[in-house]
């Protein structure tokens, strides 16, 4: 679709003007006219590859609508002329390291005045929009009179995502266009919509196919494009009560997903359509000033800040096409079966293999279940399960690219999987482990070919989680690493390079965390009352939670591990929880762990108070391995140690990550506050001796 989109409008570029010339052209805009006087807009912004309202765009943008307000034509169109989409938004690095709020409002009233200058024309405005339509070119978009989707087209309002919300008048004309409720869960939510919600909610005027364009817009500049009519609800949701009836249950909403203390901007965004929804002059200023007072936040700079820490470890990957093309895995567990559905989904030919058939079929069955959340369609759906090859035998590993080993942590068992593996695996072929915590150099000693041998740690679920831990040990190759940040990148996920030692970065990280949660149970603390402590520093969920997520045999495997290799002391295991998984209360997955489980949530009675000191307890021994990490090599780089925290764990986004708390905190009120927590509870709070490098 792409290909005939640039397609036609290279033809069009041919074609437009009166004398076959443009009628102005810029450095990211060019300007045209058709013979009917139909002026063609087109934006290709300059080295670039998507396009984004920079400072320079929007500028040469007010030109060109200057422009054609002293040469009206019959009607405007605006279109993309990227692969990728119509305009991707605003350009994040201007975000970064905003401190000063007046010039903040300053810049968004400039920027303002473009949109609004763009909706004021005196002839009809098309945005014909493929792709991506996002953020402040989803604005530029609703600017227009009419918005013409090409089939597949999504729009929406990342914004909340950056602690923000929209700024170019988004607020004010989707809360117009369409029904309010639906308009502020797509800014509240930061989800997007494909083509077919779109038209259904009045965002899209028309779906149409490429070769439809040229009579669409015809269409639409002679008025025949019925526009979708506001119904009853639109018309009480006009009024003040029944605003605020509707923002009550906005933030009683948000409240489940977001703390307002720690995420203002839903917050913001609703008390902005509250107080201003009957008045658009109004709201549209107060939009400003709102977006102003929410850039200058360390919670919107710290979510920008991971923004770019998902582009960097993004950047991992290359550009480059992987040279995988077939994938074999062994073991449809929970973890293995959905690696072998995303990998299919993603497009490639997999082969999953088990001891049993009853694992397989469940893997093909949640596989389905995935496509429909991911809204594939029928047609996308049975492509992707054709390419889910059920291999009971393993005939597929001696065909595959890369074979991934996702069978039980068990040493011994992994070894003999190998040893069978290697005389079956073709020439080139890389064998990959995702073994969360054994050490890659244990895993590879009996290996006749140890260079190709690679860690690819995926994390639980394996559809939602974005990061993989490529783990490296002394004799892995240069060429497999890059093959499998090819990869990696290939099926969207986001790596995350680091050395074989116990438990890796993550985990490592996480265990202490997790096993303090329960040193403080068998303390008489209440588990609840834990993950609130938890919830309340920021985490999506407690580490009580979290351990029956993960799974309680799991947990106690790679704390076991640990415990046998680390030259530092972790928190001792409870005989009980050890227990309990010899009883088979795993946590969720068995409906019984540390919680009751019921249609997959947590059932939790009690509640208690929160005592001071007990955030530290359970956040500062997680620091605190991250920097044992650093100190010995696991990983290299800060930033990228934040990311695989923050997209591996869920670690509270909005403070920037691990290492970027402790920086903003200060390293040495950290280091004071685990020797406090050393004298009272012992030695596992001692602050590791990398700390020292960072002060």
Not at 365 to 380: G, N
Request: one cysteine or more; glycine letters at 10%.
């Amino acid at each position: 679709m792409t290909g005939k989109i640039l397609t036609a409008l290279e033809d069009r570029r041919l074609e437009l003007g009166p004398d076959g010339k443009s009628e102005k052209q810029g450095e990211h805009w060019r300007l045209s006219r058709d013979g009917k006087n139909v002026a063609w807009l087109i934006f290709d912004l300059a080295g670039a590859s998507a396009n984004t309202l920079s400072d320079d765009g929007m500028s040469e943008f007010n030109d060109m609508l200057a422009h054609l307000e002293e040469n009206p034509p019959k009607g405007l169109v605006i279109r993309s002329a990227k692969k990728s989409g119509f305009i991707a938004g605003a350009d994040v690095r201007d975000f970064r390291g905003a401190v000063d709020e007046d010039a903040v409002r300053e810049r968004m009233t400039r920027a303002n005045a473009i949109t609004d200058r763009l909706a004021a024309l005196k002839f009809p405005t098309i945005a014909v929009v493929h792709g991506y339509c996002l953020g402040g070119g989803f604005e530029v978009a609703l600017a227009c009179d009419y918005r013409l989707a090409i089939d597949g087209a999504t729009f929406g309002f990342p914004e909340i995502l950056l602690g923000l919300h929209p700024g170019l008048g988004g607020t004010v004309r989707l809360t117009q266009l369409i029904d309010p409720v639906e308009a502020m869960t797509m800014m509240l939510t930061g989800k997007t919509v494909h083509t077919g919600k779109a038209k259904k909610l009045g965002i899209a005027d028309a779906v149409i196919e490429e070769r439809h364009v040229n009579n669409a817009v015809a269409a639409a500049i002679a008025g025949k494009i019925k526009k979708p009519e506001h119904d009853l609800k639109d018309a009480a949701l006009a009024t003040g009560p029944g605003r605020a009836f509707a923002a009550r249950q906005m933030e009683s909403k948000a409240a489940d997903r977001a703390p307002r203390e720690h995420y203002p901007a839903p917050y913001a965004l609703i008390r902005l359509w509250r107080e201003h929804g009957g008045d658009v002059g109004a709201m549209k200023k107060a939009e400003i000033d709102s977006f102003a007072k929410l850039m200058v936040s360390d919670t919107a700079q710290n979510l920008i800040r991971v923004y770019f820490l998902r582009e960097k470890l993004k950047n991992l990957a290359g550009k480059s096409e992987s040279s995988i093309n077939h994938v074999h895995v062994i073991g449809a567990g929970a973890m293995g079966g959905d690696i072998a559905g995303w990998c299919a989904i993603k497009g490639y030919t997999v082969t999953l293999g088990d001891v049993a058939l009853k694992p397989i079929a469940g893997a093909v069955k949640r596989t389905a279940k995935l496509c429909e959340a991911r809204h594939l369609s029928s047609i996308e759906t049975r492509d992707a399960l054709d390419r889910l090859i059920p291999d009971p035998e393993g005939a597929g590993a001696a065909r595959a690219d890369l074979i991934i080993e996702a069978a039980p942590e068990k040493l011994d068992l992994k070894r003999k999987i190998y040893g069978d593996l290697e005389a079956k695996m073709k020439d080139g072929a890389i064998l990959a482990t995702n073994t969360s915590s054994i050490p890659l150099e244990k895993l590879a000693a009996e290996l006749t070919d140890p260079a190709r041998f690679v860690g690819l740690h995926f994390f639980n679920p394996a559809s939602r989680m974005d990061v993989i831990e490529i783990v490296h040990h002394d004799n892995t190759s240069d060429e497999t690493l890059e093959t499998v940040r090819k990869f990696t990148g290939a099926i969207d996920k986001l790596p995350a390079p680091v050395a074989s030692a116990p438990g890796f970065l993550v985990n490592r990280a996480l265990m202490p965390y997790l096993m303090e949660a329960l040193v403080m149970i068998d303390e008489g603390v209440d588990k609840v009352t834990i993950d609130k402590a938890a919830e309340k520093f920021g985490m999506p969920m407690g580490p009580v939670e979290l351990a029956d997520q993960v799974g309680l045999d799991i947990c106690l495997d790679v704390a076991e591990m640990l415990q046998s290799s680390l030259d530092t002391p972790m928190a001792e295991i409870p005989d009980w929880f050890r227990k309990k998984v010899e009883n088979g209360d795993l946590g969720r997955k068995t409906g019984k762990g540390l919680y009751e489980w019921k249609d997959g949530n947590a059932h939790k009675a009690s509640d208690g108070e929160i005592q001071d000191g007990m955030i530290d307890r359970l956040i500062l021994p997680l620091t605190n391995a991250c920097v044992s990490c650093l100190r010995t090599g696991v990983i290299e780089d800060h930033d990228i140690l934040d990311g695989a925290i923050i997209f591996g764990t869920g670690f509270a986004p909005f403070r920037g990550g691990p290492m970027h708390y402790a920086k903003t905190r200060g390293i040495e009120e950290i280091i004071g506050a685990q020797e406090k927590l050393a004298e009272n509870h012992g030695p596992r709070f001692t602050p590791d001796a990398g700390w020292r490098d960072l002060a």
